[in-house]
């Protein structure tokens, strides 16, 4: 049951929809911080210094919130990346397809595997 559980875990959709939705969550704050702490402050002030969240005067517009919610979205972007690079590392690496081509002996052209005669030059060839 573990192995059944690992195989589902391992599978490509699951883990994109993992990051999908971290990423998701973390890119959410830098939108909210944008919009609580950079613009609404801005328009607060524009319009006499009316605070919307509070309606107090002259809120000040909070850069450094909005800063720190940047640094953290990369770290989790970060963290996120580390871990699909390592689960991508444990996936068994998928065997080679076997060939459909060879190379005829004669004119050195390139011709199906299954073919008994070369198309370009007509020679025979062995099976």
Do not use: W
Not at 114 to 119: D, F, G, V
């Amino acid at each position: 049951m573990l192995k059944e559980f690992k195989e589902f875990i391992m599978r490509g959709n699951v883990l994109d929809l993992a990051v999908g939705v971290i990423i998701g969550g973390a890119f959410g704050k830098i939108v909210g911080s944008l919009v609580n702490d950079i613009i609404m402050p801005a328009i607060g002030l524009l319009m006499g210094g009316v605070n919307f969240s509070e309606l107090t005067i002259a809120e000040v517009i909070k850069y450094g919130a909005f800063i720190q919610t940047i640094v953290d979205f990369l770290i989790v972007a970060f963290v996120i990346f580390l871990i699909i690079k390592s689960a991508n590392s444990m996936k068994k690496a998928p065997a080679p397809a076997d060939p459909t081509t060879k190379e005829c002996p004669h004119c050195i052209s390139t011709i199906s595997i299954k073919a008994t005669r070369c198309p370009n030059c007509t020679s025979e060839l062995n099976a």
